[in-house]
C-alpha cells in the first residue's frame, strides 16, 4: 500500500462548481497533512494545510481532515479556470523524524 | 518570505559524470529533502535531513547522496549520472511538522 495515494483523476470540474479532491494515507501516527498547486512547468506551492480533525476554510477552498478514516480532502468552490492545475496531498509521517510524503496528484481542469 | 535557492534551473549532464545540485535556504530551517519528480509519478522522495550532518533515506535513493555540511545547505549528489536519472530535482524546506517550502527546481538532462 502506497503511503499517500490520491485520486488518480484526471478531474474535469465546470466552472463555477465545486471540486472534490480526495486522499488517504496509510500511518496513523500522521501529525500534518497539505495540500499543494503546481501549475505545469513550476514548483508546488502551499495552498492549505491542516493538523486537527475537521474543516479548514481559506477563502474558496475547505481542506477536511479524518484522522479515524485516514482521510483528507480539498473542496475548492466557485471554481475558476486559474484553479486548473495538479494538486498534490502531502503528509507528514510519524516516524521519528519528519519525512514529508507526496501523493502523486490529481490533475484538474476547470471547463470555461 | 522563505527562499529556497537550487543552483541551476536548467542542467545537462553526460553519462557517468558525478553531478552536484545544490540548495540553500534562508529561514533555518531544521528540515530539507530532494523530491524527483516524473510524470506520472509525482514527487517521490530521494533523501531527506533533520539537521546537519544528518540524513534519512527516502523512498528511492539509490544512485544518489547527499550532503549537509551546514544547517541552511542541502546538496544532492549523482555519484555517476545515467540516463534514467533524467528528472526535475525539486528541493524544499521545512520547520518541523509545519509546510515545506520548495525551490525553483532543476531540470537535469543526462545524455
Known amino acids: 500500500q502506497k503511503e499517500v495515494e490520491q485520486n488518480s483523476g484526471p478531474l474535469s470540474v465546470p466552472e463555477g462548481a465545486i471540486a472534490s479532491l480526495n486522499c488517504t494515507y496509510s500511518?496513523?501516527?500522521?501529525?500534518?497533512f497539505f495540500w499543494y498547486r503546481q501549475y505545469s512547468g513550476k514548483s508546488p506551492e502551499l495552498i492549505m494545510s491542516?493538523?486537527?480533525?475537521g474543516d479548514k476554510e481559506d477563502g474558496r477552498f475547505t481542506a477536511q481532515l479524518n484522522k479515524a478514516s485516514q482521510y483528507v480532502s480539498l473542496l475548492i468552490r466557485d471554481s475558476q479556470p486559474s484553479d486548473s492545475a495538479t494538486y498534490l496531498c502531502?503528509?507528514?509521517?510519524?516516524?521519528?523524524?519528519?519525512?514529508?510524503?507526496f501523493g502523486t496528484g490529481t490533475r484538474l481542469t476547470i471547463i470555461p | 518570505d522563505v527562499k529556497v535557492t537550487q543552483s541551476s534551473r536548467y542542467l545537462v549532464k553526460r553519462t557517468g559524470e558525478k553531478v552536484f545540485l545544490e540548495c540553500v535556504q534562508d529561514?533555518?530551517?531544521?528540515?530539507m529533502f530532494w523530491y524527483r519528480q516524473d510524470p506520472g509519478l509525482g514527487l517521490r522522495l530521494i533523501y531527506f535531513?533533520?539537521?546537519?550532518?544528518?540524513?534519512e533515506k527516502g523512498d528511492i535513493p539509490e544512485g544518489y547522496s547527499v550532503s549537509r555540511e551546514k544547517k541552511e545547505r542541502f546538496s544532492l549528489i549523482l555519484e555517476s549520472a545515467s540516463t534514467n536519472q533524467t528528472s526535475m530535482y525539486l528541493c524544499?524546506?521545512?520547520?518541523?511538522?509545519?509546510?515545506?517550502?520548495f525551490g525553483q527546481g532543476t531540470r537535469l538532462t543526462v545524455v
Open positions: 502531502a503528509v507528514n509521517s510519524n516516524f521519528g523524524n519528519e519525512k514529508l510524503t
Open positions: 500511518d496513523r501516527g500522521s501529525q500534518s
Open positions: 491542516i493538523y486537527s480533525n
Open positions: 529561514m533555518d530551517h531544521e528540515n
Open positions: 535531513s533533520y539537521d546537519v550532518k544528518m540524513k
Open positions: 524544499a524546506s521545512a520547520m518541523g511538522y509545519a509546510e515545506a517550502f
